[in-house]
């Protein structure tokens, strides 16, 4: 997310010809949570990068009416928006959308499978007290969305012996 101070992009403007637009998207289990009881397999778990897709289309569309030019679209991100920007680069729904790419300190590494996904996104819903996976997506929509942003993880780091 783009929100923060430490990218204040007005050097990167004052050299001219650039127009910087920074985004925000869902994070954590708001943005990355892939319980089966969501939706269909494929549907559920990328509303971050989702989000990232509106965004990118909203400035292809109109980014013109800015001063710049929507087929010179360049996308950049740093430390986890290196690893969106990498996500980009392979997604199907972020073709057409910008025409280079930028990845600042962020590794291109694959994102987990969907069962893997799911796997971890049950064990959240568990963590958070939704434990039944029929009513899980119920379950969910209820809690107040603090509960959600907790930090109460779905996936671990090995298996946390030193």
């Known amino acids: ?5 430490i990218y204040d992009a007005r050097r990167l403007v004052s050299r001219g010809d650039i127009i910087v637009v920074t985004i925000n998207y869902r994070l954590g289990a708001l943005g990355f949570l892939a319980h089966p009881s969501l939706g269909p397999p494929g549907e559920v778990g990328n509303y ?3 989000d990232q897709q509106a965004a990118l289309r909203w400035v292809r ?18 430390s986890a928006g290196g690893m969106s ?10 073709q057409g959308l910008f025409d280079a790419a930028i990845i600042q300190s962020g590794p291109c590494q694959a994102q987990a499978a969907l069962p893997v996904a799911q796997s971890r996104s049950i064990g959240y819903a568990a963590g958070v007290g939704c434990p039944d996976q029929a009513a899980a997506a ?4 209820a ?3 603090n509960e959600l942003r907790t930090p109460v993880w779905f996936y671990g780091i090995g298996d946390d012996k030193l």
């Open 138 to 141: 119920e379950c969910l929509r």
């Open 61 to 78: 569309d109109n980014i013109d009416d800015f001063g710049g030019d929507p087929g010179k679209v360049t996308v950049a991100g740093e």
């Open 85 to 94: 920007v990498c996500d980009h680069l392979v997604a199907p729904g972020s």
């Open 48 to 50: 971050g990068l989702a």
């Open 1 to 5: 997310a783009g929100s923060s101070g």
């Open 143 to 145: 809690l107040p969305v």
